[in-house]
């Protein structure tokens, strides 16, 4: 993700509350962020992105968004991909995030990428009120199994 992403990601921003064009910047200018953005591979648009960041071997996804028209292609599991490989190149060990206890697709997302429910963040979302649950994948144990297949 570059500054010249920011008006395709502040759009493609759906959740509420959205966030805003600064939030963006300082997650692109954080210093232990991370960022990737994703194109659609039949008209080359602005798909998506993800957001993370990095401390010592542990990482946090913190937003991973896909634009409505582009949505159930594998865009989302291209990011977390990239991410996943960004991060075992870097050293982590295990990788967090939450998700909307009602967003059973991008619950499923996780689980396929070996991500496991580890806890709950009770009335964590607003608009609406909602639970967070807690994801976890370590990613030591799926180096592991990755050099076993």
Not at 75 to 94: D, I, K, N
Not at 120 to 138: N, W
């Amino acid at each position: 993700m570059t500054e010249a992403d920011l008006p395709d990601v502040v759009r493609g921003e759906y959740e509420k509350p959205a966030w805003t064009r600064a939030q963006f910047e300082g997650e692109l200018h954080h210093p232990q962020g991370w960022q990737f953005i994703a194109h659609s591979r039949k008209t080359g648009q602005f798909a998506g992105y993800l957001c993370g960041r990095s401390v010592a071997d542990e990482s946090e996804i913190i937003k991973i968004a896909v634009v409505p028209d582009c949505r159930r292609q594998g865009v989302a599991r291209q990011l977390l991909q990239a991410a996943v490989r960004h991060m075992q190149c870097s050293g982590v060990t295990r990788c967090f995030l939450e998700v909307r206890q009602s967003n059973v697709a991008a619950r499923k997302l996780y689980e396929k990428n070996l991500f496991h429910q580890s806890g709950v963040r009770r009335k964590y979302y607003s608009e609406p009120l909602e639970d967070a649950l807690i994801f976890k994948l370590d990613l030591v144990e799926e180096k592991v199994e990755k050099e076993q297949e």
